[in-house]
């Protein structure tokens, strides 16, 4: 048999184009699989990541998901505000230990501008319960003062002490600009891999003061209040978009939720993040599911073209097999190395498909991170794809017996001479 | 909006859920849950060696009607139901190793009391509370839900867990009774 490894090598070489062409499609076929594996894990990790120490969300009765993706991913639509006199009662609740009040609706070049209080930078956790982390700079304590994501601050060139405005509005160009009123960056944050990195933070006094002068999304004509007076007029916020809430004790959560959904005063509504998000991935599990079955298709697709392959040749190859046997090789040796043939190219594939992903994850992952705010990571294969790796090899070397077996058939059926 | 593109879908496939979820609740209780016959609710949560478990279910499946017993035979299921109930350690079974007592138990039921109940759609419903205490915190990864063997019409039971892990929700099935975070 070991005589036998050169020759098969030069045989295979003599058809490196056929065999090439089917390692192509094995490889983009593992690929695919890979990686809509590492996207939907990713994906998952992502969004698990961004609400590691909230207990609950806390917003207008409404969709839960909806509050959800848009007050903390910054996704999907507006919902319904909630008045600043239920957020200070929720504050001042006995079971709270922080809350973080969220504002969202104005924008800087694309990048939503997020109206919040200190405690943001004191209490908000993402990843495994880590706390916000200053690049440059401290938190905003004047008026007119912005933090930046840490997207924000590269994408941009931004430093601190530079001085931006902001628009009214969400989304694209042609937005009334805040142009009265520009702000002072005064720090930037450290990457998170979160939505925070593409988030720009002021102060809700201030989200309230650039809107003083405006009406109905405009502003008033002929009316223009100059930032140094804005400080003569009362700040406090009369509505904020959502409130995240940290308890002292997890086990009064679900009580807690009760309270909030009976608040008397306005119909809210708290939003455990997770359950949430646990719920999200349950409704798209079945498109999670149609894809995961394309890309198995694909493989077995790969596959099948193989086998095609290597039975094709076998015609071609029954001199050449019939030569091998004339000096020696047993049929179970022919069998062998039609059998290692197929699994050999099925290995080599899904080796090749693995690198392929790393180098478009590598590649693609700034990014797919700029446009869909998700962070692919290119490390070692996650125990999911690992199982799809093993499938794949597993599969391919079931599929090369068949093409093993005829070999075998055909090398004892022919003996040393072939009649072609 | 192009950033959103891939969570429109998630939106478009979740939104006419959400919405079904906004009618079932309903305005006249405020924070009632699903009433859906067959499938009750569970929520835990673990704070180190503290244990607690709401149970939120129609009547429908742990006693087959939702009205006040009318005659002796319903009179006794009552009866039954309550002496089930109470016993928290039949119907939920958290890791043994943990060493959990059933430290607390509250049912709450306007039918199990006595009072008319079924609101003015026809529908009742009943709360049973249990927090244990487990002398081997570390230990208490999960819970089996044995409640399905006392209550077959129970088909579903969707369970919210709020754990040092973090957050989760789960369904389990008379088949699939382990749960664990």
Not at chain 1, 48 to 56: C, E, N
Not at chain 2, 95 to 117: F, M, N, Q, W, Y
């Amino acid at each position: 048999m070991r005589a036998l490894l050169p020759l098969a090598l030069k045989s295979a070489w003599n058809r490196r184009y056929s065999l090439g062409l089917t390692l192509l499609a094995v490889t983009l076929s593992v690929t695919l699989l890979l990686g809509i594996e590492r996207l939907r894990q990713d994906a998952r990790d992502g969004f698990a990541q961004a609400v590691s120490g909230t207990d609950l969300v806390v917003g207008a009765r409404g969709s839960p998901l909806q509050l959800l993706l848009y007050s903390v991913f910054r996704m999907g639509e507006a919902s319904h505000n909630l008045g600043w006199d239920s957020a200070r009662a929720l504050a001042a609740h006995p079971a709270v230990a922080w809350t973080i009040p969220l504002s969202l609706g104005d924008s800087h070049r694309g990048y939503p501008v997020l109206g919040t209080t200190s405690a943001y930078f004191e209490h908000f956790r993402f990843g495994d319960r880590q706390p916000l982390a200053f690049a440059a700079g401290q938190p905003f304590a004047g008026l007119f003062e912005v933090v930046l994501g840490a997207e924000v601050a590269r994408k941009l060139g931004y430093r601190p002490g530079e001085r931006i405005t902001l628009s009214h509005g969400m989304g694209g160009e042609g937005l009334a600009e805040h142009g009265d009123k520009p702000f002072t960056v005064v720090g930037i944050l450290a990457p998170t891999g979160t939505p925070v990195d593409r988030t720009l933070h002021i102060g809700l006094e201030a989200l309230e003061a650039i809107h003083l002068d405006w009406q109905g999304g405009a502003p008033i004509p002929g009316l223009n209040i100059p930032p140094e007076l804005v400080k003569k007029f009362d700040l406090t916020p009369k509505s904020v978009t959502a409130v995240l809430v940290g308890l002292k004790s997890r086990a009064a959560v679900f009580a807690m939720q009760r309270h909030v959904a009976d608040y008397r005063d306005e119909p809210l509504m708290a939003v455990l993040p997770g359950v949430a998000l646990s719920q999200l991935w349950e409704l798209l599990g079945v498109a999670e599911g149609v894809l995961r079955a394309v890309s198995a298709l694909a493989v077995a697709a790969g596959l099948a073209g193989l086998v095609a392959v290597v039975l094709a040749s076998l015609d071609q190859r029954r001199r050449e097999l019939a030569i091998l046997r004339a000096n020696g090789a047993r049929p179970r040796d022919i069998f062998l190395l039609l059998a290692l043939e197929g699994g050999a190219v099925t290995l080599a594939g899904a080796l090749l498909g693995l690198t392929l992903r790393t180098v478009l994850v590598l590649g693609l992952g700034p990014w797919v991170q700029a446009e869909y705010g998700l962070v692919l990571r290119a490390d070692w294969p996650g125990s999911g794809e690992l199982y799809a790796l093993g499938g794949v090899l597993l599969a391919g070397l079931l599929a090369s017996l068949l093409p093993g077996w005829r070999a075998y058939r055909l090398s004892l059926a022919d003996g040393m001479t072939p009649r072609l | 909006m192009k950033r959103s593109a891939p969570l429109l879908l998630a939106l478009a496939l979740a939104m006419p859920a959400l919405a079904h979820d906004d009618h079932k609740h309903g305005h006249k209780h405020p924070h009632q849950h699903a009433h859906v016959h067959g499938q009750a609710e569970l929520k835990v949560a673990v704070d180190g060696g503290r244990l607690d478990l709401r149970l939120e279910s129609p009547l429908e499946a742990v006693l087959g009607f939702e009205h006040a017993p009318r005659n002796d035979k319903e009179r006794a299921a009552v009866a039954s139901l309550r002496k089930t109930l109470a016993v928290g350690e039949q119907l939920f079974a958290p890791t043994t190793a943990a060493g959990c007592k059933l430290a607390e138990t509250r049912v709450i039921s306007d039918v199990l009391d006595g009072k008319p109940g079924a609101g003015e759609d026809g529908h009742g419903d009943v709360v049973a509370e249990y927090r244990f205490a487990c002398a081997q915190p570390d230990k208490l990864t999960g819970l089996e839900a044995r409640l399905f063997s006392n209550f077959p019409k129970l088909r579903r039971l969707d369970v919210q867990v709020v754990s040092g892990k973090g957050q989760t929700a789960r369904r389990l099935t008379p088949r699939m009774r382990l749960l664990s975070w």
